[in-house]
């Protein structure tokens, strides 16, 4: 078993459960990381603070340009598509967010990617309704698709939730 779960936790019945390795694999079922990778807890929050902040763009800026707004949650797409499928080292948020961490000199603390990866990937699918309501002229459930994805994206900036 990795040396960074538990053996046993403790269900909220009071009962104790076991954790086992799945045989043949590495993976362990129950509350254990879904990851080995690492990414930086203050790249994640930058990301997410540019997130909020194309949105808040998004939602108050460009509501009258409907080209521009498209366009901006295109780019969200394909960003948020690069990191949830496997290819942040192209991604151009976070380039600029390690770009900021490395300009600024900002602490770095390593947390488990896993978590990170599957919020990206829900942050694609938010970006992609969005830009496709929007294109459709949609113009409501857009908001209402961006304005959840802006809470959550809120969430991960200013609580690190």
């Known amino acids: 078993m990795s040396s960074?779960?538990?053996?046993?936790f403790e269900k909220a019945d009071g009962s104790n459960v076991q954790l086992k390795?799945?045989?043949?694999?590495?993976?362990?079922s129950g509350a254990c990381p879904t990851s080995?990778?690492?990414?930086?807890?203050?790249?994640?929050r930058l990301i997410a603070t540019m997130a909020v902040i194309a949105l808040l763009v998004s939602l108050f800026v460009l509501q009258p340009y409907k080209a521009y707004n498209v366009a901006l949650m295109a780019f969200m797409t394909v960003d948020f598509g690069l990191r949830g499928f496997?290819?942040?080292?192209?991604?151009?948020?976070?380039?600029?967010?390690?770009?900021i961490i490395s300009v600024f000199k900002l602490g770095s603390k390593p947390?488990?990617?896993g978590?990170?990866?599957?919020a990206a990937k829900i942050g694609f699918f938010c970006s992609?309704?969005?830009?496709?309501?929007?294109?459709?002229n949609w113009t409501t459930a857009a908001i209402?698709?961006?304005?959840?994805?802006?809470?959550?994206?809120?969430?991960?900036?200013?609580f690190n939730y």
């Open 36 to 44: 080995t990778e690492k990414v930086s807890e203050t790249g994640v």
């Open 4 to 8: 960074m779960c538990p053996p046993s």
């Open 111 to 113: 947390i488990n990617a």
């Open 115 to 118: 978590p990170k990866i599957f």
């Open 144 to 158: 209402a698709v961006a304005a959840m994805f802006l809470s959550c994206a809120a969430l991960e900036s200013f």
């Open 86 to 99: 496997g290819y942040k080292k192209y991604s151009p948020l976070a380039k600029l967010s390690s770009a």
């Open 21 to 28: 390795a799945i045989k043949g694999s590495k993976k362990i």
């Open 128 to 136: 992609l309704a969005t830009a496709a309501f929007l294109a459709l």
